[in-house]
C-alpha cells in the first residue's frame, strides 16, 4: 500500500514527507493505523546526526499510538480493532530478560531492530524498488507502520490516542525511572535534573511512590511551574551551585534519590553529586551526545552513593504501558498537560524547531 511518512534522507536535514510503499504484515507482525505520535528528542538526535548507531534513509518516529488495521499470521495478542500504544523497546515474554525483573530489554528482536529491519531481516518499507529501514522497529512519523506483535501494548479505547502516544517514550521513561529503576521509597526526598518529558514523567513517578519531597531543576520558569503542578515541592534554577544548594536544603546529605533527564553530561555529573551520602542512588536517564563521556570523582561512590542507568525506565511495555494508561484514565497522571502542540505530518519539521526552542512540552502529530 501507498501511504505518506517522513523521511531521513540525510543528516542535518530536514525530513522529506512523502509517498513511500509499506508492505503487508508477515508472521508475527501487525498492520496499524496511527492516531497520534509524539515529536521526541530522540528522533531530533537520530535526524541530527548525532546518535552513532543512526542510519539513512528511514522513517523517523517511535512515540505513537494507532489502531489495529490488519494481522499477520500467528499473531494471537491484538486483533483488528484494538488500540495499541507502539514499543520501542519490546517484550517477548521469552528471553532470559523478559523473565527476569531485573531488567526490560528484551533480547528476542534487538540484532535486526538495531539495523533498521523487522525480525526476519527485512523491512516491509521501500521506495522505487529499494528498502528504506525501520526506525527503532517503529516508524511512527507516517500514516501507517508495520511493527512486530511483540512491540505493541494494548490498551483501554477510552484513551485518547494524543495522550496514548506519550506513553510509547518519554512518560512512561520518567515514571518508570522512579518506579521501576530507582523503586522510591514513601517519605523520601528526589531531585529531578530537567523539567522536559522524561524529567515531568519522573516527577509524577516520585508523587505516585508517595515522595515527600520532590525538587525540580530547570532553567525555564515556565516548566518550573509546570513541574509544580505536577507534583514538585520545591524548584530551583540550575546553575552551577545548584548541588550545594541541594546538599543545604537537605541537611547536608543530599537527596535520597536523583533524576537526570537533559543528556547533559555535566548535569549527570551534577545529579551524582546531589544523591546522598551513604545510600544515594543517580538514575541517569537523558541520552548523552556521541563520544561525551561522564566524569565522575570516586570518593562521591566510595562514600555510599550509587549511579543507574534506565532506558525507557525499566518498563515492560506490554504489561506495563496499559497499566499506566489506566491511572491516567483514573485521573492520577494528567497527560494532557503535556501536549503542547498539535500539528500535522506535513509539520513535522517544525515540530523539531519547537522542541529546540523549549517550546512547550510535546509537538503531536495528529492523523486523520
Not at 541541594?246 to 535520597?256: E, H, L, R, S
Not at 505530518?345 to 509537538?363: C, Y
Request: net charge negative; charged share 20%; aromatic share 6%.
Amino acid at each position: 500500500m501507498k501511504i505518506r511518512a517522513a523521511v531521513l534522507e540525510e543528516f542535518g536535514r530536514p525530513l522529506v514527507v512523502q509517498e513511500v510503499e509499506l508492505a503487508e504484515p508477515r508472521a508475527g507482525e501487525v498492520l496499524i493505523r496511527l492516531g497520534a505520535c509524539g515529536v521526541c528528542h530522540t528522533d531530533l538526535y537520530t535526524a541530527s546526526g548525532a546518535d552513532p548507531s543512526g542510519y539513512a534513509p528511514t522513517v523517523l518516529g517511535h512515540e505513537g499510538a494507532g489502531i489495529v488495521e490488519k494481522v499477520g499470521p500467528d499473531v494471537t495478542s491484538v486483533g483488528a480493532g484494538d488500540h495499541v500504544v507502539t514499543l520501542f523497546s519490546p517484550q517477548c515474554r521469552d528471553c532470559v530478560h523478559c523473565r527476569s525483573d531485573r531488567t526490560n530489554l528484551c533480547l528476542a528482536i534487538r540484532e535486526q531492530q538495531n539495523k533498521g529491519y523487522l525480525p526476519d531481516g527485512t523491512t516491509r518499507l521501500g521506495r522505487d524498488g529499494e528498502p528504506i529501514r525501520h526506525f527503532m522497529g517503529t516508524s511512527t512519523f507516517a500514516e501507517y507502520a508495520v511493527m512486530p506483535e511483540i512491540a505493541l501494548a494494548k490498551v483501554d479505547p477510552d484513551a485518547p490516542l494524543e495522550h496514548a502516544c506519550l506513553f510509547a517514550c518519554g512518560l512512561s521513561t520518567g515514571l518508570g525511572a522512579a518506579m521501576n529503576t530507582a523503586k522510591v521509597e514513601a517519605g523520601t526526598t528526589c531531585v529531578v535534573f530537567g523539567a522536559g518529558m522524561v524529567g515531568l514523567g519522573a516527577i509524577v513517578g516520585c508523587r505516585l511512590s508517595d515522595a515527600e519531597r520532590i525538587v525540580c531543576v530547570d532553567l525555564s520558569p515556565e516548566r518550573l511551574d509546570l513541574a509544580r503542578a505536577h507534583g514538585a515541592t520545591d524548584t530551583l534554577t540550575g546553575g552551577a551551585d545548584v548541588v550545594e544548594e541541594i546538599v543545604a536544603m537537605t541537611d547536608g546529605f543530599g537527596a535520597d534519590y536523583t533524576f537526570e533527564a537533559t543528556g547533559n553530561v555535566e548535569v549527570m555529573r551534577q545529579a551524582v553529586e546531589a544523591a546522598r551520602m551513604g545510600w544515594g542512588l543517580c538514575t541517569i536517564a537523558g541520552v548523552a551526545g556521541k563520544g561525551e563521556t561522564l566524569d565522575i570523582v570516586p570518593r562521591f561512590l566510595i562514600t555510599g552513593r550509587r549511579v543507574a542507568g534506565s532506558s525507557f525506565g525499566g518498563v515492560k511495555g506490554r504489561d506495563q504501558v496499559p497499566q499506566y494508561v489506566e491511572r491516567a484514565l483514573a485521573g492520577e497522571i494528567d497527560v494532557a498537560s503535556f501536549v503542547s502542540h498539535r500539528i500535522t505530518l506535513d509539520d513535522v519539521n517544525h515540530g523539531f524547531e519547537l522542541m529546540e526552542a523549549q517550546d512547550g512540552i510535546r509537538s503531536v502529530i495528529g492523523f486523520a
